[in-house]
């Protein structure tokens, strides 16, 4: 099975701060790796896929890049309704698996 | 829109069936993803289900214990839990899933139903 691990699993940040969070694959997985945020009591919403394709309605200043082993969420200008939890998750092959989570929070 | 029901209380050992409806699209033209989030914690990938109900997967957490199936002609899909544990108390949900990775892949999801597991 593909393990991912999702770091940090907590930040502290500022608005307009740039934020990064990373994803990392136990193998190869492509480019089969998709970005989801968490707002508390909410329903997940899904923010990218296949790793750097950003769903409509989700604010150009998210993005993602990376491909095989090494993903990475970039949030540019962070926004007071981005403080919340991310979430990565693998869609190579099953079983699919979430990161630990990242929780943002201001500073 | 998507719906789970079945959720409640339940004692460990006991089972539990889960149901997902749609509405505003028809559900037979979509692979079910069933996710589930344990209060407090992350979100974990539970079983999936093919359309046609010929492929079924699950995670090493569910294996042997839960079972996903669908009924197209009734629009439905359902998730058995079996052998419940304390450790499967989350909130079960399910999500649509067309196939392939595009605009609506994971896009709609249930509002969840909670499954508590407690003696």
């Known amino acids: 099975d593909i393990q991912v691990t999702q770091s940090p699993s907590a930040m502290s940040a500022s608005v307009g701060d740039r934020v990064t969070i990373t994803c990392r694959a136990s193998?190869?997985?492509?480019?089969?790796l998709a970005w989801f945020q968490q707002k508390p009591g909410k329903v997940p919403r899904r923010l990218i896929h296949?790793?750097?394709n950003l769903q409509g309605g989700v604010p150009s200043r998210f993005s993602g890049s990376g491909s095989g082993t090494e993903f990475t969420l970039t949030i540019n200008g962070l926004q007071p309704e981005d403080f919340t939890t991310y979430y990565c998750?693998?869609?190579?092959?099953?079983?699919?698996?979430f990161g630990q989570g990242t929780k943002v929070e201001v500073k | 829109q998507l719906m789970e029901t079945g959720g409640g209380v339940v004692q460990p050992g006991r089972s539990l069936r889960l149901s997902c409806s749609a509405s505003?699209?028809?559900?037979?033209?979509?692979?079910i993803q069933w996710f589930r989030q344990a209060p407090g914690k992350g979100l974990e990938w539970v079983a999936a289900?093919?359309?046609?109900?010929?492929?079924?997967y699950y995670a090493d957490s569910a294996k042997g214990r839960f079972t996903v199936s669908r009924d197209n002609f009734a629009n439905t899909v359902a998730l058995q839990l079996t052998s419940l544990r304390p450790a499967d108390t989350a909130v079960y949900y399910c999500?649509?899933?067309?196939?392939?990775?595009?605009?609506?892949?994971?896009?709609?999801w249930g509002q969840g139903t909670l499954v508590s597991v407690s003696s």
């Open positions: 999500v649509r899933d067309p196939g392939y990775v595009g605009v609506d892949w994971l896009d709609i």
């Open positions: 505003g699209f028809t559900l037979s033209d979509y692979v």
């Open positions: 289900i093919s359309i046609d109900g010929s492929r079924k």
């Open positions: 193998q190869d997985i492509g480019n089969s």
């Open positions: 296949t790793s750097y």
């Open positions: 998750l693998q869609h190579n092959s099953y079983p699919w698996k």
